[in-house]
């Protein structure tokens, strides 16, 4: 009787963790409903997770750097009005605090400022040494050496001359530079499209090893100039778009940016074919995992668009005055 029952408490018990999990799954916005699908890639050999976008054309360097970013310098601009002021305030602040005990000529202090006043706001400078030395009236080997030294102040990253910079600055000294760096320089489009495959056979290393390193990049600052002067921007996805079209509401779900999740092909036949016992229950495992999550993701579908049109059938007098 007394292990029936503890069997019966495991059951319950056990149910009710994935209930909790499930549930969560479903109160996740857009963004951490990617960030938790990228990370059950990580640690789940079987899942394959592929981020969603546009196959028609292929991604350019912008669009990669918008992957990071959430969005592109043109659409900032706007935002970007509002901030300046704060941000160049304490950006100077920053910068002077961290050069204080630097040997720093008029020459220099020139250089400084304008490179200050001239930062983006992503924390990049976009404008090369030549061009700053010509409007400034200074040889280029002062610039060159100025921004060698800007380029060591805290948050790494700043002065950047780019997206790839950027990363590149923050893996110096890491274990894996060599790598981190290889990929930063030839394979950021591929991080992009979610081609683990092309990177793992361009640098010759396993696929559990790529995602490691994809997850190492992905938790680098593409911005690092964020929250500085202000609060880091907050960027808000819909779940869902409502059309209001020849008298019917349509509804769509806004989620094919956050990618498709599949099982690995590869491991599965690896642990059909396993001989070792531990290997095929720990390849078992990861696929239960593996097809739980793909169910709670596809019951987080058919949960928001059943509410939707449950709000909509309620509210319809409501919602039709306010597009009519």
């Given at each position: 009787m007394e292990i029936k029952?503890?069997?019966?408490?495991?059951t319950k018990q056990q149910l009710s963790q994935l209930q909790v999990e499930s549930l969560n799954i479903l109160a996740m916005s857009m963004t951490e409903l990617k960030d938790f699908?990228?990370?059950?890639?990580?640690?789940n050999p079987l899942?394959?997770?592929t981020s969603g976008k546009e196959e028609a054309a292929p991604i350019t360097y912008k669009e990669t750097e918008r992957f990071y970013n959430g969005t592109d310098r043109d659409e900032r601009r706007e935002n970007e009005l509002y901030e300046i002021e704060d941000s160049e305030k304490s950006l100077e602040d920053l910068v002077n605090t961290q050069l204080q005990w630097e040997q720093i000529g008029e020459t220099e202090r020139k250089i400084v400022d304008f490179c200050i006043q001239s930062l983006e706001q992503s924390g990049y400078l976009m404008i090369p040494p030549k061009d700053i030395a010509k409007d400034l009236g200074v040889a280029e080997e002062q610039v060159e050496e100025v921004l060698s030294m800007l380029?060591?102040?805290?948050?790494?990253?700043?002065?950047?001359?780019?997206l790839e910079e950027c990363l590149l600055m923050q893996v110096r000294g890491m274990d894996e530079e060599e790598l981190l760096s290889d990929i930063i320089r030839n394979h950021l489009q591929d991080i992009a499209e979610g081609k683990i495959s092309t990177i793992s056979r361009g640098?010759?290393?396993?696929s559990a090893e790529v995602r490691k390193l994809i997850h190492v990049i992905k938790n680098l600052n593409p911005r690092p100039l964020n929250g500085i002067g202000g609060e880091k921007a907050q960027y808000i996805l819909p779940d869902?778009?409502?059309?209001?079209?020849?008298?019917?509401?349509?509804i769509e779900l806004n989620d094919k940016w956050t990618g498709n999740l599949q099982v690995s092909d590869f491991y599965i036949h690896m642990m059909e074919t396993a001989q070792d016992e531990e290997l095929k229950s720990y390849f078992e495992n990861k696929l239960r995992r593996a097809r739980f999550i793909m169910?709670?993701?596809e019951q987080r579908r058919t949960t928001i668009l059943g509410i939707t049109r449950e709000i909509?059938?309620?509210?319809?007098?409501?919602?039709?005055e306010k597009v009519s």
């Open positions: 029952t503890g069997i019966s408490l495991q699908l990228q990370n059950e890639e990580i640690e899942v394959e997770y380029k060591e102040l805290e948050p790494q990253g700043l002065f950047a001359s780019g640098l010759k290393i396993s869902v778009i409502l059309e209001f079209q020849d008298g019917q509401w349509n169910n709670a993701v909509l059938k309620r509210q319809e007098d409501y919602s039709s």
